[in-house]
């Protein structure tokens, strides 16, 4: 079973530039996750969703963060304009459902902001 | 809301015992997770406790004490390759934040030979 994928892995913007990062999750799994990882830290969630729509987005700082999940598969996260201190790892997690089943986490995408 | 608490660093020789605490503090609690994450590669699933007591997987085993807000870690035989970051997540049972995890910062794991 192919675990979840996420692209790019790596990434240096300059400030003010947007991004964007892509997840494909786990065939079957209509839970989606993206959290932002910064250093020395845990995982904080961003957004979760249950196919398409987006269940709990109350920690997405929607001035410049935006995240979609067209046909409930995959999902792109944006920010636009990036600042400094969204240098962080992006993760993205699936699971089968929003209950209480496992997640798996995809490898993240490494954001430096310049 | 949840506040998690681990140890930041902890070190330990080849095939020794060793123990990692979590403490929590949670307005709602569903479970407990631990998951480990070697440096620059994605959290993997290690155990899960959501009633009291011990659930033992090989060399891991994890333990719970809902009344006490704490679970350990335990990994036995240590091998070098366990040497990883080792994360407790706890997770939310109320209404909109259901299903949430919150993860502690982390317990970074020095193995020795």
């Known amino acids: 079973e192919a675990g979840v994928v996420q692209s790019p892995r790596y990434k240096i913007i300059e400030k003010k530039q947007p991004v964007a990062f892509w997840c494909n999750p786990i065939?079957?799994?209509?839970?989606l996750y993206w959290y932002l990882q910064n250093l020395g830290q845990g995982p904080e969630l961003l957004i979760r969703?249950?196919?398409?729509?987006?269940?709990?987005d109350s920690q997405l700082p929607k001035d410049r963060f935006s995240a979609e999940r067209l046909k409930g598969v995959d999902s792109t996260l944006k920010i636009q304009p990036a600042e400094l201190g969204d240098s962080a790892v992006y993760l993205c997690?699936?699971?089968?459902?929003?209950?209480?089943?496992?997640?798996?986490f995809g490898p993240g995408t490494r954001l430096t902001v310049l | 809301g949840q506040n998690i608490d681990q140890p930041t660093e902890m070190t330990a020789t080849e095939g020794a015992i060793v123990q990692i605490n979590c403490t929590y503090q949670?307005?709602?609690?569903?479970?407990l997770f631990w998951y480990q994450q070697h440096a620059g590669e994605a959290p993997t699933f290690l155990s899960y406790?959501?009633?009291?007591g011990l659930e033992e997987k090989g060399r891991f085993s994890s333990f719970l004490s809902r009344s006490k807000g704490y679970s350990y870690l335990l990994l036995k035989e240590l091998q070098m390759k366990d040497s990883a970051s080792y994360l407790c997540?706890?997770?939310?049972?109320?209404?909109?934040?259901?299903?949430?995890?919150?993860f502690g910062r982390g317990t970074q794991l020095t193995v020795w030979p």
């Open positions: 997690a699936s699971s089968r459902d929003g209950g209480g089943s496992e997640q798996f």
């Open positions: 065939s079957g799994h209509n839970t």
């Open positions: 969703y249950e196919n398409e729509e987006a269940v709990d």
């Open positions: 949670t307005s709602g609690f569903n479970g």
């Open positions: 406790n959501v009633l009291d």
């Open positions: 997540a706890v997770r939310d049972r109320r209404g909109s934040t259901l299903g949430r995890l919150y």
